[in-house]
């Protein structure tokens, strides 16, 4: 049986589906079957998936609320979790919006993610 791995975000600014399309271009380069879902289209069922890579923005010191709905499900407890962040916050102070903004879903949720962090902004050209 193949593994689905299914990379899901939630973008107001376009940061969230940047990474998360990264996220996925990598992954399926490596040979993996990748789903991508936008968050603002629809809530995934994850039940279908082995690894699960989440994704979403930070707003008024808040994640945005169809990211938690997909948090909310409790197949996430037999898969295989990485969780990014975009933000300032995140950019700035890495550890402490992991802190802020990740760890308190994580234990509301009981989730055991595999990886949680930042999502660094990729330099562009022009930036030393």
């Known amino acids: ?20 399309k990264v996220i996925a271009e990598t992954l ?9 879902c936008n968050l603002a289209q629809g809530i995934p069922d994850v039940a279908a998936y082995d690894t699960i890579f989440l994704g979403t923005g930070v707003r008024m010191f808040r994640v945005y ?13 037999n898969k295989h979790l990485f969780m ?17 903004f990740l ?3 994580v234990e509301k949720y009981n989730l055991k993610p595999r990886k949680m962090g930042q999502t660094r902004r990729p330099k562009r050209d ?3």
């Open 65 to 77: 609320r169809p990211w938690k709905k997909v948090l909310k499900q409790k197949a996430l407890a």
């Open 84 to 100: 990014f962040l975009s933000s300032g916050t995140a950019i700035e102070e890495p550890d402490k919006a992991v802190e802020k």
């Open 28 to 36: 399926t380069a490596n040979g993996l079957v990748v789903e991508t």
């Open 103 to 105: 760890r308190p879903l």
């Open 1 to 20: 049986m193949m593994n689905k791995t299914l990379v899901a975000y939630f973008s107001k600014g376009g940061a969230s589906e940047e990474y998360a």
């Open 126 to 128: 022009d930036e030393t």
